[in-house]
C-alpha cells in the first residue's frame, strides 16, 4: 500500500491527534477532523492541545510539511478512522449499571457519509461495544446504499463495497507516540476482505505484529484487555481497605507477596479512572446481563475505592480539629465554631504524569470534598493554573505546589506524580504510595 494516500481522522484527543501526527510523519496526507475550534486553530500552529510525550515535535513537523491539516469537517479520503469518545450513559437509579454511549460513533460515520467512495477504508478505533463496528456499517449502508449489497429477506449486509473494520487502540498516556509503533494490533473487519485491506495498512506503520480476526472479536478483545486489568486493580485496592483496617502497612505487604514467583499484585490507588478501564469492563456487564458477575463485582470495588478516601479525608479532618481545639482551644472569633483545617489536594488525573481527567477519581475525590468542607485546594502539576479545569461548575481551586505545601495543615496525595515524590511531608493521607521509599 502505496504512503501517499490520503487519510481523514475523526477526533483529534488522545488518540485521533497522535495517530494523525504519526501517519503523517509517515508521508500519508492526513485531513483531521475536530469539533473543538481551539483545537483545530492550535494543530494548524503547529501545536498541541493535551500533553503527551514527543507529540509536539510530531505535530510541528507534520504541519509544517503540510501533511498535516485540521479542519472542523470531513473530507474525500481513502482511508477514514473514527476515534471518537464512547462514554456511557450515567444513571440516578442506585446500583443500576451504566449503559454504552455510542453516540458519537454514528454522529462520526454520518458525518463522512458524503465522502466515501467505493474501496475505502473506514475503521473504528474508538473502544466500543461487541456490535458497534456492524452498526457503522449499517449506518454506512442506510446512507450509501449504493456501495452495499443487502439481503431484501433479513436486511443484513451480503456484500460491500467499502471496508470496515475495527483495530481499536492499545496504548498507554505518555508512551503513545512509541506503542503506537510498537505495539501489536488487532485488525477485525465486519468481512474477510475488509480484515485483510484493513490490516495491509497497519502494517505499513506497526513494528508489532497485526492479527487478524473478525469485527466482534476485535471488539471484545479490547474489552477483555481493560477488564482483566480492572480485575486486578480492585485486588489491590481490595487489600488496602482490608490493610487499613488490620492495621497492616499495604505496600509492604503487596512488595513480600509479590516475592511469590506466580504474584503480581498491582499497585492500590484512589480508584481507576481513565476512558479505558474505568468505561470499558461496563460494556461487557451491559451485555452480559447478569452474566458478568466477577467484572461487575470489580468494577464496583474501584467505584467504592473513592468513597472510601473520600470517609478516610473526612474523618482525618475531624481528627484535626479535635486535637486542635484539645491544644489550643482556638476558636473563631466570628462564628465560635472551631477552626477547620487548610487541606492541599495532590493530583487530579486518572494517572500520574498526564493531563488526562476522564473519568478520574482524583478529580471526583476532590470534587466531593470541595463541596463538603472548606479551605480546599487542589495541585495538578500538568495543567497551567490558568487553564480552565473542565470540572462540570466545580468550585475548584488550584495553587501551586510550592503554596500547598506551605500554606496547608492537611495533605491529601491521590496521584503519584513525579513532581509530589520524595517530598519531606509528615502525612499519612498518601492513597497512592507517592510518598513511600
Not at 514527543?54 to 510539511?65: G, I, K, Y
Not at 488525573?349 to 473519568?359: S, T, W
Request: proline share 5%; hydrophobic share 40%.
Amino acid at each position: 500500500m502505496h504512503t501517499d494516500k490520503k487519510i481523514c481522522i475523526i477526533g483529534l484527543g488522545y488518540i485521533g491527534l497522535p495517530t494523525a501526527a504519526l501517519l503523517a510523519n509517515r508521508s500519508y496526507h492526513v485531513h483531521g477532523v475536530d469539533i473543538n475550534q481551539h483545537a483545530v486553530d492550535t494543530i494548524n500552529r503547529g501545536e498541541i492541545h493535551i500533553v503527551e510525550p514527543e507529540l509536539d515535535t510530531f505535530v510541528r513537523s507534520a504541519v509544517n510539511s503540510g501533511k498535516l491539516r485540521a479542519d472542523t469537517v470531513p473530507a474525500e479520503a481513502d482511508i477514514f478512522i473514527l476515534a471518537v469518545p464512547t462514554p456511557f450513559h450515567h444513571t440516578d437509579i442506585p446500583d443500576a449499571c451504566p449503559s454504552p454511549n455510542i453516540d458519537y460513533v454514528i454522529a462520526a460515520t454520518r458525518s463522512i457519509a458524503p465522502f466515501v467512495r467505493e474501496g475505502n477504508i473506514v475503521i473504528l478505533e474508538s473502544t466500543s461495544p461487541v456490535g458497534t463496528t456492524d452498526k457503522v456499517a449499517e449506518v454506512l449502508a442506510e446512507l450509501c446504499p449504493e456501495l452495499f449489497d443487502i439481503d431484501p429477506a433479513t436486511h443484513n449486509i451480503q456484500n460491500s463495497k467499502l471496508f470496515v473494520a475495527h483495530c481499536p487502540e492499545r496504548v498507554l498516556p505518555g508512551h503513545i507516540m512509541r506503542e503506537l509503533v510498537e505495539n501489536d494490533r488487532i485488525v477485525g473487519g465486519v468481512t474477510p476482505e475488509a480484515t485483510k485491506a484493513t490490516a495491509e495498512f497497519y502494517r505499513t506503520f506497526v513494528e508489532g505484529e497485526v492479527l487478524e480476526t473478525d469485527a466482534k472479536t476485535a471488539e471484545m478483545a479490547k474489552l477483555t484487555e481493560n477488564s482483566f486489568r480492572d480485575v486486578n486493580i480492585a485486588f489491590a485496592n481490595e487489600l488496602s481497605m482490608l490493610c487499613d483496617q488490620f492495621g497492616i502497612d499495604t505496600l509492604e505487604l503487596i512488595r513480600l507477596a509479590n516475592r511469590h514467583p506466580r504474584v503480581n499484585i498491582l499497585q492500590p490507588g484512589c480508584g481507576v479512572g481513565g476512558h479505558c478501564i474505568a468505561v470499558d469492563p461496563w460494556f461487557i456487564v451491559d451485555a452480559g446481563k447478569g452474566t458478568a458477575r466477577l467484572i461487575e463485582t470489580a468494577r464496583r470495588v474501584n467505584d467504592y475505592k473513592s468513597e472510601w478516601v473520600i470517609e478516610k479525608v473526612k474523618n482525618a479532618v475531624a481528627e484535626w480539629k479535635l486535637n486542635s481545639s484539645s491544644r489550643h482551644s482556638e476558636l473563631d472569633s466570628e462564628s465560635q465554631k472551631i477552626k477547620e483545617p487548610k487541606i492541599a489536594i495532590f493530583g487530579l488525573a486518572f494517572k500520574p504524569d498526564i493531563d488526562d481527567l476522564r473519568e478520574s477519581p482524583a478529580l471526583y475525590i476532590a470534587k466531593r470534598l470541595t463541596e463538603e468542607l472548606v479551605n480546599v485546594v487542589c495541585v495538578e502539576p500538568n495543567i497551567p493554573l490558568d487553564t480552565e479545569l473542565k470540572t462540570q461548575n466545580s468550585k475548584l481551586k488550584t495553587t501551586s505546589l510550592e503554596t500547598a505545601l506551605a500554606d496547608s495543615d492537611l495533605q491529601v496525595f491521590l496521584v503519584a506524580h513525579k513532581e509530589f515524590k520524595n517530598l519531606d511531608v509528615q502525612t499519612e493521607l498518601d492513597f497512592c504510595g507517592v510518598l513511600s521509599k
